[in-house]
C-alpha cells in the first residue's frame, strides 16, 4: 500500500511537473488568439463606423436638397448649371447603361474564360491564361484608359464617320476588360469549390470532363456565377477613370451606343474640381448619395445569395 501511495504519488508529481511545463506556451497561445481576436473586432468597428460615417456624411451635405424643396431640380432630365437646371437622372441613365454593358459583354467572356481554364488546369495552356488574367489585375485603370485613347478611339472615329469616338460604346468594351478579372477569378473560385465535392462522383459515373463541367459543376456553382456578375457590375458601376476618359461626358440620355455619356462616378469628379458653391457642387452629394444605395443593393443580393447557398448546402439540412 505504501509502495503504491508512493508510486501514485510520483505519477501524479510528474504530470503535475508536465503541466506545468505545457503551461507557458498554452497561456501564450491563448494570448495571442486573444489579442488577434481583439485586433479583428477593432477593424470590424472601425470599418463598419468608416461606412456609417460615410452614410452620414452624403445625408448631412444633401440635407439642403431635400429641406429646401430643390430635389425635384437635382432629380430632373436637363442639366444646365448656366441656366439653373442641374439634372441628375441623366448620369443616373448613363451609369446604369454603362455598367449593365461592360457586364454584357464580360459575364459570357467571362464565364467562357473560368471554363476553359478549368478544362486546361492541368495543362501549360491553362495556367498560362489563369495567371494572365491574374496579372490583369495589377493593371491601373488609368493604363487602360491611355491606351484606349491612341488606339480604340481613333479606330471607332474611322470606323463610324460623323463620331468623335469618345462614346458609350468605347467606355463599355474597355471597362468591360476592366471588370474581367473579378468575374473570372470569382467564378473559378465557385468551380474549384464545386469540384472538390463531387469530381470523385462524376468520375465514378464516367462523365468527361467536359461533360462533368457542362452537367454537373456549372448548375451546382450557378449562384456563385451570379455572385459574380453582380460583384463585376458593381465593379463597373464604381468605376470612374474608364468612364471620365473615354465616355464622352455629355450629361444626355444615349440612344446609340456611339452617343457620348456621362456617369455619376464621372460628374462627381468634373464638378468638384470646378465648383464648391453653387446647387451644382450639392448636386454630387445626391449622386454620391445613389451611387451608395446602389453599392448596398449590391451587397445585400450578395448577401441573399450566399444565404441561398447555405440553406442548399447538405449539412444544413442535416444540421
Keep these: 500500500m505504501v509502495r503504491r501511495k508512493k508510486a501514485g504519488g510520483t505519477t501524479s508529481g510528474i504530470k503535475h511537473g508536465l503541466d506545468h511545463q505545457m503551461a507557458p506556451p498554452l497561456a501564450r497561445a491563448l494570448r495571442r488568439e486573444l489579442w488577434i481576436k481583439n485586433l479583428l473586432a477593432i477593424a470590424a468597428t472601425i470599418a463598419s463606423l468608416s461606412v456609417l460615417v460615410i452614410f452620414c456624411f452624403l445625408v448631412y451635405f444633401s440635407a439642403p436638397l431635400f429641406g ?53 488546369s492541368h495543362q501549360p495552356i491553362g495556367r498560362l491564361v489563369f495567371s494572365v488574367v491574374q496579372f490583369m489585375t495589377s493593371i491601373p485603370t488609368v493604363v487602360y484608359g491611355f491606351v484606349a485613347v491612341f488606339l480604340l478611339i481613333p479606330l471607332l472615329r474611322e470606323s463610324f464617320s460623323g463620331t468623335s469616338g469618345y462614346s458609350w460604346l468605347a467606355a463599355g468594351l474597355i471597362l468591360s476588360l476592366l471588370i474581367l478579372p473579378t468575374i473570372v477569378l470569382l467564378m473559378h473560385s465557385q468551380l474549384s469549390q464545386v469540384d472538390a465535392n463531387v469530381r470523385l462522383a462524376t468520375a465514378s459515373l464516367g462523365l468527361t470532363r467536359v461533360q462533368e463541367l457542362l452537367w454537373v459543376i456549372l448548375p451546382l456553382s450557378f449562384r456563385g456565377m451570379l455572385a459574380a456578375g453582380i460583384l463585376g457590375f458593381g465593379r463597373a458601376l464604381g468605376d470612374t477613370l474608364i468612364a471620365l476618359m473615354l465616355s464622352g461626358n455629355a450629361p444626355q440620355v444615349p440612344h446609340s451606343p456611339l452617343d457620348a455619356i456621362r456617369t455619376l462616378t464621372a460628374h462627381i469628379a468634373l464638378v468638384i474640381a470646378t465648383d464648391s458653391q453653387s446647387m451644382a457642387y450639392y448636386s454630387i452629394f445626391a449622386s454620391g448619395l445613389i451611387i451608395f444605395s446602389l453599392t448596398v443593393a449590391i451587397n445585400l443580393a450578395l448577401r441573399w445569395l450566399k444565404s441561398q447557398s447555405l440553406s442548399h448546402e447538405p449539412d444544413s439540412h442535416e444540421k
Excluded at 448649371?81 to 443616373?92: E, H
Design 68 to 120: 429646401g424643396g430643390q430635389l425635384p431640380h437635382i432629380l430632373s432630365w436637363q442639366w444646365r448649371p448656366f441656366q439653373g437646371q442641374f439634372g441628375i437622372l441623366p448620369m443616373v441613365v448613363g451609369s446604369v447603361c454603362l455598367s449593365f454593358s461592360a457586364l454584357a459583354l464580360a459575364f459570357p467572356l467571362g464565364l467562357g474564360l473560368s471554363g476553359f481554364v478549368y478544362l486546361k
